[in-house]
C-alpha cells in the first residue's frame, strides 16, 4: 500500500510570497496532520485534519493555514512568507483511534530567501 | 498538558554496544508513547508504540522500550548497535483522550555509531 506522498519535496521561495504544499494520506486514512521542523525549534505540530475538519490547531500565526479535501487529501498554505518559516514541513496520516501510530511523508524542505 | 523530555541531544556508541536513549513524559492521564527515527533528508519512521498493553514493547530492527509508570519513563535500547543505527530519535506522547491527537515530540537525540 502506498505511503504518505507529500509534494513538492524541495521549494525555494522569496521573502513575501505564498506557498501551498500539498499532502496524500495512506488509502483509508482520514486524519491528516502536519508539523514542522526547524533546528531551533524540533518538531511542532501545526494542525490536524479529519474528514475536511480542522480538530486541533498548534501555536503558530494566522499566515500558516490548511484544508482537507473529500479524498482526505491535504494542503498547507503560508502566506507572506518570512525567512524563519525555512524549514521542513511534514505530514502525517493515521486512523482515527489514538492509539495508532502516525506514517509521516518525506516532508518539503522550503527555502525562504 | 503532555510534554517529552529527552535527555541527551547527542550519543555516541561503539558498534556493538548497547544503545540507551532516554525518554520521559509528563501527562495528567496515561498516555501513548511512541519512538520514531529520522535519517538525513527523510521523514519520520515509526520504531515502536505504547499503548498501555505491555510494558515491554519490542519494536523494528532489534530495538525495545520499557514502559515504566512510575518513573514516568519510555526508554529506547538496543543490545547491540550497527552502524545503520546512526541517526535521530525521537520520542513522542499523545494523550488517549478526546479529539487531543495530536503528537508531542521530544528535541530528539542524534545517535552515532563509531567503529
Known amino acids: 500500500k502506498a505511503g504518505v506522498t507529500q509534494t513538492p519535496r524541495y521549494l525555494i521561495k522569496t521573502r513575501g510570497q505564498q506557498v501551498t504544499l500539498s499532502c496524500s494520506p495512506i488509502s483509508g486514512h482520514r486524519s491528516v496532520s502536519w508539523y514542522q521542523q526547524t533546528p531551533g525549534q524540533g518538531l511542532q505540530f501545526l494542525f490536524e485534519y479529519f474528514s475536511e475538519t480542522q480538530r486541533n490547531k498548534g501555536n503558530f500565526p494566522g499566515r500558516f493555514s490548511g484544508r482537507q479535501f473529500s479524498n482526505s487529501r491535504s494542503e498547507m498554505n503560508v502566506s507572506t512568507l518570512e525567512l524563519g518559516d525555512s524549514a521542513l514541513y511534514l505530514c502525517?496520516?493515521?486512523?482515527?483511534?489514538?492509539?495508532?501510530?502516525?506514517?509521516f511523508g518525506q516532508g518539503t524542505r522550503l527555502t525562504v530567501v | 498538558a503532555q510534554s517529552v523530555t529527552q535527555l541527551g541531544s547527542h550519543v555516541s556508541v561503539s558498534e556493538g554496544a548497547l544503545v540507551l536513549l532516554r525518554c520521559n513524559y509528563s501527562?495528567?492521564?496515561?498516555?501513548?508513547l511512541f519512538w520514531y527515527v529520522q535519517y538525513p533528508n527523510q521523514g519520520l519512521q515509526l520504531l515502536l508504540k505504547?499503548?498501555?498493553?505491555?510494558?515491554l514493547v519490542k519494536g523494528i530492527n532489534g530495538f525495545e522500550a520499557e514502559f515504566k509508570k512510575s518513573e514516568t519513563s519510555f526508554h529506547l535500547t538496543k543490545p547491540s548497535a550497527h552502524m545503520s543505527d546512526a541517526a535521530e530519535y525521537f520520542c513522542a506522547v499523545r494523550m488517549n483522550t478526546g479529539t487531543a491527537s495530536k503528537l508531542t515530540f521530544g528535541t530528539g537525540t542524534r545517535l552515532q555509531v563509531t567503529l
Open positions: 501527562s495528567s492521564v496515561p498516555p501513548y
Open positions: 502525517a496520516s493515521s486512523l482515527v483511534e489514538l492509539n495508532t501510530e502516525a506514517f
Open positions: 505504547y499503548t498501555s498493553a505491555a510494558t
